[in-house]
C-alpha cells in the first residue's frame, strides 16, 4: 500500500494568511493525487485533482502543486470558511489511500 | 444534479452483517467510466476506502478488509449496495459513498452526506 503522510497535522492561521499543507507518498504517484476539505458536520467537499486541476467552483486561492512523493496544497488569502480539515488522497494505485488530515483552525 | 445517500441500520451488534446502500441520481452507473466507492471514517480519524464498482460491474476491495466485504450494485444502476460481515467494535465509523468519473481516475468528485453506523452489544 501507499502510505500518504500529511504535514501539519495541525495548523493555527489568521484570517487573511497564507497557508501551505503537505502530503507526501512513501513511493512516486506521478501527480495522482487529490484534495478535499472536510467540515465538522463531516461534508466532504472535493478540491483539486490531479495535483493542480481545481474543481470547478472552488476559489482560485486554492492551489495545488508537486511531482513524485511531494505534492502540497496552498491557500493564498484565508476566508473564514477555509477552517477546516483537508485531507489528500492518491490514486495512483489500489488500495486508494488518504493522508492523515491537517485541520486547519483559527489562529 | 448529482446526488448521493447512504442508508444503513445505524445500530447492530458484534459478530452480525453490516448492509449498507448507496443511492445515487443525476448519473447511471452503465455510463462508461463511472465509478462508485465506499469509504469510512472512524470518528476523529482519517478516511479508509473500502472498496469500489465500476459501471462494467467489476469490483475492487481494500486488501486490508476484503475477506469481509461484498459490494454490489442494482440492475437500475442506481443504487450500490456494501455488505461487511463479522463486524466488531473497530467498524464503528460514519461510512460514504462518492462518485468518480475514469476520466480522472479515481478522484471522488461528489460525496454523500455519510451514514454513522455504531458496532455495540
Known amino acids: 500500500d501507499i502510505q500518504m503522510t500529511q504535514s501539519p497535522s495541525s495548523l493555527p492561521a489568521s484570517l487573511g494568511e497564507r497557508v501551505t499543507i503537505s502530503c507526501r507518498a512513501s513511493?512516486?504517484?506521478?501527480?495522482?493525487l487529490n484534495w478535499y476539505q472536510q467540515k465538522p458536520d463531516g461534508t466532504i467537499k472535493p478540491l483539486i485533482y490531479y495535483t493542480s486541476n481545481l474543481q470547478s467552483g472552488v476559489p482560485s486561492r486554492f492551489s495545488g502543486s508537486g511531482s513524485g512523493t511531494d505534492y502540497s496544497l496552498t491557500i493564498s488569502s484565508l476566508e473564514p470558511e477555509d477552517f477546516a480539515m483537508y485531507y489528500c488522497?492518491?490514486?495512483?494505485?489500489?488500495?486508494?489511500?488518504f493522508g492523515s488530515g491537517t485541520k486547519l483552525e483559527i489562529k | 444534479q448529482v446526488t448521493l445517500k447512504e442508508s444503513g441500520p445505524g445500530m447492530l451488534q458484534p459478530s452480525k452483517t453490516l448492509s449498507l446502500t448507496c443511492s445515487f441520481s443525476g448519473f447511471s452507473l452503465s455510463t462508461s467510466g463511472m465509478v462508485v466507492s465506499w469509504i469510512r471514517q472512524p470518528s476523529g480519524k482519517s478516511l479508509e476506502w473500502l472498496a469500489a464498482i465500476d459501471w462494467d460491474g467489476d469490483k475492487y476491495y481494500n486488501p486490508s478488509l476484503k475477506s469481509r466485504l461484498t459490494v454490489s450494485k442494482d440492475t437500475s444502476n442506481t443504487q450500490v449496495f456494501l455488505k461487511i460481515t463479522s463486524v466488531d467494535i473497530a467498524d464503528t465509523a460514519t461510512y460514504y459513498c462518492a462518485r468518480s468519473e475514469l476520466g480522472a481516475r479515481y478522484y471522488f468528485d461528489y460525496w454523500g452526506q455519510g451514514v454513522m453506523v455504531t458496532v455495540s452489544s
Open positions: 513511493q512516486g504517484i506521478s501527480n495522482n
Open positions: 488522497q492518491q490514486d495512483a494505485s489500489f488500495p486508494l489511500t
